[in-house]
Nanobody, 123 residues
């Protein structure tokens, strides 16, 4: 499965962005989809995940209430709606596919990674 993330950019604190991640194959519907991010000088961290049907989601504490993950299996695309962005959200965001059930995923749970998209939030 090839994953292509898009939608990053430079915004101001308080603004919104929507990231998209398009998958190359119809088997997309069989994977838990997730977003990770990596800030400069920091390790890559889990942000959010969504199960196969889209009915179950999970968020890291720092983004809960501000970010919303969703998926469209017909379009083989997963989204991350990011509202009330903060400078500390600045990072390269990666989409990922996992055969694990939805939860706080670790990097070793990931079967496929997409190339990242840069999100920069200015204060």
């Amino acid at each position: 499965v090839q994953l292509q993330a898009s939608g990053g950019g430079l915004v101001q604190a308080g603004d919104s962005l929507r990231l998209s991640c398009a998958a190359s194959e119809g088997t997309f519907a069989y994977y838990t989809m997730a977003w990770f991010r990596q800030a400069p000088g920091k390790e890559r961290e889990f942000v959010s995940a969504i199960n196969l049907s889209g009915r179950s989601t999970y968020y890291t504490v720092s983004v809960k209430g501000r970010f919303t993950i969703s998926r469209d299996n017909a379009k083989t695309t997963v989204y991350l709606q990011m509202n009330s962005l903060k400078p500390e959200d600045t990072a390269v965001y990666y989409c990922a596919a996992s055969s694990k059930g939805v939860s706080v995923l670790k990097e070793y749970d990931i079967d496929y990674w997409g190339k990242g998209t840069q999100v920069t939030v200015s204060s």
